[in-house]
């Protein structure tokens, strides 16, 4: 989910009140890009047909859009390669899955305190320039990546700072592109825009490793990190021909310190929709996401398919199910009740998690993991047009930083959850346990705190 107006004044959206619950004035769909000048005004979506299921592909129609769009399908691939090959290294060096471990650790670190400090620098300075500096410091981090690999230094210390290194960068651009998005494209378009970038992000999970396994006995390791860095090149020039993208209105300057990080958690606690948004997640990923269970799943429950296969196949699903529903973004793309769609996709993924664990077959199974992706694809199209849509443009750097922060722990704490349950009760209890809490949280929290509910736009 990755992607100018220079009006200082934004309309207001539900939840956007100092002390709102999420149940003010609707917003009418003209949205953030709706009061500039450089945004264009969204074009009716089509009438009838297979056109309503298929992806909604409105947003590519504006310039600034489509050029960093385009340019996400080359470096959703590329970074794949980089994610492949660095733990590769490392265990070709050490022969051990616990430095593999703690190389991952090394990377989440730093990308949490960047998220959150970038998401700061992301509302005070030209999202434009943010994007340029940190585009070219990650492809700088590539080529190093590739220079160690090609001089043979097979350093465990050099590749975890390099990685420490480059997600500290990821960390400081991924609030400024996501936070752009609502100033390229108007706000009936952002779950249009979100599905449209999902679907690429998701596709780069699926065919960068499959390509890396394929390439690593040909090129070897090295090429692999200079790919990356040459795909690189292709964002940076993407980002160079977007308008400029400075702070809206007449603020004044102000640093991005701990204060401005203070005053996004403040933001966030007052607006009971961009709360319950975070919370959707936390309580999708951390009590749902079964995947730390997968290699116990395959060696023990479907061994009988092979444990190679089954492990392949049961970390494809999610993903292949997201694809697939990005492809027919179309039919829910254009929906307005944005709370009930992140309520029903996270119900939804907690069910389908729960049918995993019931799931004695390994198709059954993978067929109940694309649920979950399709599911789980919905719940971030929508949470992230809430989060687009309900903060003004001075907070959406610090929201899509603490989005960054939600979106990259949930999973690593889910991870220690579920492998603490699976050796406890064994891993088909723990993932149906598992998708039946997400269900029943839920629900109490759709039924006790009613912003989420109401929010349309």
């Not at 179309?330 to 996709?345: D, E, K």
């Not at 993978?366 to 929508?382: C, E, P, Q, T, Y």
């Not at 930083?401 to 704490?413: D, E, M, S, Y």
């Not at 629900?443 to 929010?455: D, T």
């Amino acid at each position: 989910m990755d992607t100018s107006e220079s009006s200082g004044t934004e309309p207001r959206t539900d939840g956007a009140g100092p002390a709102s619950d999420g149940a003010g004035p609707r917003n009418t769909g003209a949205g953030p890009g709706a009061t500039g000048s450089d945004t264009p005004a969204a074009p009716a979506p089509p009438g009838r047909g297979w056109r309503r299921w298929a992806m909604d592909t409105r947003p590519l129609r504006i310039p600034a859009f489509r050029r960093l769009w385009s340019s996400t399908i080359v470096t959703a691939v590329g970074s794949q390669l980089t994610a492949v090959a660095v733990p590769k290294q490392i265990y070709d060096i050490t022969h051990s899955s616990a430095w593999v471990g703690y190389a991952s650790l090394a990377g989440l670190v730093p990308m949490v305190l960047f998220a959150l400090w970038g998401g700061a620098v992301a509302d005070t300075v030209d999202r434009r320039k943010l994007l340029l500096v940190t585009n070219t410091g990650i492809a700088v981090t590539s080529v190093l990546f590739w220079a160690q690999a090609v001089t043979g230094l097979d350093s465990v210390v050099v590749l975890m700072l390099l990685l420490a290194l480059q997600q500290a960068f990821f960390g400081l651009n991924s609030p400024a592109r996501n936070a752009s998005i609502a100033r390229l494209v108007p706000a009936a378009e952002l779950p249009a825009a979100n599905a449209l970038g999902s679907t690429v992000m998701q596709t780069g999970l699926v065919a960068g490793p499959l390509l890396a396994g394929v390439l690593i006995p040909v090129i070897g390791l090295p090429e692999l990190y200079l790919i990356d860095a040459l795909a690189l090149c292709v964002t940076v020039w993407a980002v160079f021909r977007l308008p400029a993208l400075p702070p809206l209105g007449d603020r004044p300057a102000r640093r991005a310190g701990v204060r401005e990080i203070a005053a996004g958690f403040r933001y966030i606690s007052g607006h009971k929709v961009l709360l319950l948004s975070f919370l959707a997640d936390i309580v999708a990923m951390v009590l749902g996401m079964p995947r730390a269970l997968f290699p116990q799943l395959a060696a023990e429950t479907y061994a009988s398919w092979g444990e190679g296969l089954a492990l392949g196949v049961l970390f494809a699903g999610i993903p292949v199910g997201a694809v697939l529903g990005g492809l027919f973004s179309g039919v829910f793309s254009r929906a307005r009740r944005h709370g009930w769609m992140v309520i029903g996709a996270v119900v939804a993924w907690g069910a389908a998690i729960a049918g995993v664990g019931l799931s004695g077959d390994l198709w059954v199974a993978v067929a109940f993991l694309a649920l979950a992706g399709l599911a789980d694809m919905i719940s971030m199209v929508f949470r992230g047009a809430i989060l687009l849509s309900a903060a003004t443009d001075d907070m959406r750097g610090r929201m899509q930083g603490v989005f960054t922060v939600v979106v990259a722990g949930g999973p690593r704490l889910a991870d220690v959850l579920h492998g603490t349950a699976g050796s406890a009760f064994g891993p088909r209890a723990a993932v149906a346990g598992g998708g039946a809490l997400v269900v029943v949280v839920m629900l109490a929290l759709a039924a006790a705190m009613p912003a989420l509910r109401r929010y349309r736009i």
